[in-house]
C-alpha cells in the first residue's frame, strides 16, 4: 500500500517562529498536497505540487509557503506562526492515473501558544 | 470557486440498518467525486470514487451520482459499528485542486 509519512507528529510553536512541517511519499506520485482540518471547516487545501519544482496555492494559502525539492519530499513553511494556525496538518499524495484516489499521511498537530 | 456541502452533519444508526449520506457541489464541470472515512485520531482514507453517472457497487458500499442535479451519495447496507467515523465527500474538476465537504460524523449503535 501507498506510504506518506509526516514529521513531526505534534509540535508546540511560538507565535513569530517559524514551523516548518514535513512529508515524505514512496508512492512516485506526482501530485502532493497539504491540507488544515478544523472542527467546523473539515479539510482545506493549502498548496499542492505537480511535481518536483512547482508549487501551487489552493484555497487559503495566506500565511503558508510550500516547497518541493524532490518527487518525495514536500514541506509546508509557516516563517511567522500565529495562534490562528493552530490545527492539524495533514499532507497527501495521489495521481491522476486510475482512480485518482490521494493517500494522507498520519497528521501533524500543531499548536502555537 | 467549487462548494461542497453534506448532509446530515451527524446521523446515528442502528446496527444492521441503511446509511445513506449526501453531497452536493456547485460546478457542474467537476469530473472526479469520491467518498473518505476517517476513522477519530486517524488518516482520511479513500473509500469508493466515481467519475460518470450511475452507480458503482462496492462490497456494502454503493455511489451514486447525478451531475444534473450537482448530487452525489454514499449507501451503506447492513450498518457495523465500525463504520462509525466521519464521512467526507471530495470533488475536483481537475485532479489537481481538491475540494471536500466538512463531513458527516456517523455512529452506528449495536
Known amino acids: 500500500e501507498a506510504a506518506v509519512t509526516q514529521s513531526p507528529r505534534n509540535k508546540v510553536a511560538v507565535t513569530g517562529g517559524k514551523v516548518t512541517l514535513s512529508c515524505n511519499q514512496t508512492n512516485n506520485h506526482n501530485n502532493m498536497y497539504w491540507y488544515r482540518q478544523d472542527t467546523g471547516h473539515g479539510l482545506r487545501l493549502i498548496h499542492y505540487s505537480y511535481g518536483a519544482g512547482s508549487t501551487e496555492k489552493g484555497d487559503i494559502p495566506d500565511g503558508y509557503k510550500a516547497s518541493r525539492p524532490s518527487q518525495e519530499n514536500f514541506s509546508l513553511i509557516l516563517e511567522l506562526a500565529t495562534p490562528s494556525q493552530t490545527s492539524v496538518y495533514f499532507c497527501a499524495s495521489g495521481d491522476r492515473l486510475g482512480d485518482a484516489e490521494q493517500f494522507f499521511g498520519p497528521g501533524t498537530r500543531l499548536t502555537v501558544l | 470557486q467549487q462548494k461542497v456541502q453534506q448532509s446530515p452533519e451527524s446521523l446515528i444508526v442502528p446496527e444492521g440498518a441503511m446509511t445513506s449520506l449526501n453531497c452536493t457541489f456547485s460546478d457542474s464541470a467537476s469530473q472526479y467525486f469520491a467518498w473518505y472515512r476517517q476513522h477519530s485520531g486517524k488518516a482520511p482514507k479513500a473509500l469508493m470514487s466515481?467519475?460518470?453517472?450511475g452507480e458503482k457497487e462496492e462490497g456494502r458500499f454503493t455511489i451514486h451520482l447525478n451531475k444534473a442535479s450537482l448530487h452525489f451519495s454514499l449507501h451503506i447496507r447492513d450498518s457495523q459499528p465500525s463504520d462509525s467515523a466521519l464521512y467526507l465527500c471530495a470533488v475536483s474538476m481537475g485532479y489537481q485542486n481538491f475540494y471536500f465537504g466538512k463531513g458527516t460524523s456517523l455512529t452506528v449503535i449495536p
Open positions: 466515481i467519475f460518470s453517472n
